[in-house]
């Protein structure tokens, strides 16, 4: 289960397109005060089993005297869970608020018996990305990554791709992808799939906007696009569910709770703050 959780904190980190990369993007989606709760379930055979849960936060806070935001990830196994494989994770980034560029990204990593702290600094005039990685008993490494094309973590780029135009795109267009993982820059893609409807306990229906990311061969994943992410359409862009293929069963997030959208009009969502439950 190493890194599972890990991909139900991106949720919906998808793409960052290089016509708006130097220029960044207009933030209309989110605002400071978001949060966003989703529960995390594994199968295996033919269970769904709560096995996490992943809160998403959005501040106000400036870095190095710059307005930005401030957005924390943090991810845990439930304790009944802790027994086969105990997660304790925290992502934070902070990007800029007038683009979206990131400038600082942390991951501290406590996962069985694995510890590490992942920290990355975006110096835009040199074109580079310097990285300090810690992890335990062993010595810090200490690394320079060029960034011509800019790169993002995988926390900001959620929050940026939430602020594309998607209605220029047709069913099944590829939409390339660059991101920072674990001190590589990787040069993936989504797969738009169209709009698709899911429907909730109470008979509500979220029309959402459907996509699979080409995801990297590892210890978790076979590589290709096994897995599926579910974002309302509407201004806010909410990822709704995610779903993917895992080398043993399958993995699943769905939106628990949400607080401080920042908006109401044209939008799936009634009020500024609620919770949903899937069928």
Request: aromatic share 14%; hydrophobic share 35%.
């Amino acid at each position: 289960m190493k890194y599972a959780f890990i991909f139900l904190l991106i949720i919906c980190s998808f793409t960052q397109l290089k016509s708006q990369e130097q220029a960044g993007i207009e933030n209309f989606a989110f605002q400071s005060g978001e949060k966003l709760t989703y529960r995390g379930y594994y199968n295996w055979g033919f269970i769904w089993v709560a096995a996490g849960e992943v809160k998403l936060e959005v501040k106000d806070e400036a870095y190095s005297n710059k307005p930005a935001y401030k957005i924390e990830a943090e991810g845990k196994t439930l304790k009944a869970f802790d027994w086969f494989f105990k997660l304790r994770d925290t992502l934070s980034c902070y990007v800029d608020s007038t683009n979206l560029k990131p400038f600082y990204f942390d991951r501290k990593t406590h996962e069985g018996d694995y510890i590490a702290r992942h920290q990355y600094w975006f110096d835009y005039e040199k074109n580079q990305v310097y990285s300090e990685i810690r992890k335990r008993q062993k010595p810090i490494k200490k690394d320079t990554l060029e960034n011509m094309n800019i790169s993002s973590d995988i926390v900001s780029v959620a929050y940026f791709t939430r602020n594309l135009d998607f209605s220029k795109y047709k069913k099944r267009e590829k939409i390339p992808l660059r991101m920072l993982i674990d001190n590589e820059i990787h040069n993936l893609y989504i797969r738009y799939k169209g709009i698709e409807k899911v429907k909730l306990k109470n008979g509500e229906v979220y029309e959402c906007l459907k996509f699979s990311p080409m995801l990297v061969k590892g210890n978790l994943f076979k590589g290709g696009e096994d897995m599926t992410i579910w974002v309302s359409n509407d201004r806010n862009r909410v990822p709704i569910m995610v779903e993917a293929k895992v080398l043993i069963g399958s993995v699943k997030g769905l939106l628990d709770s949400y607080e401080g959208l920042r908006s109401t009009r044209e939008s799936l969502f009634k009020k500024k703050s609620g919770r949903l439950e899937f069928e």
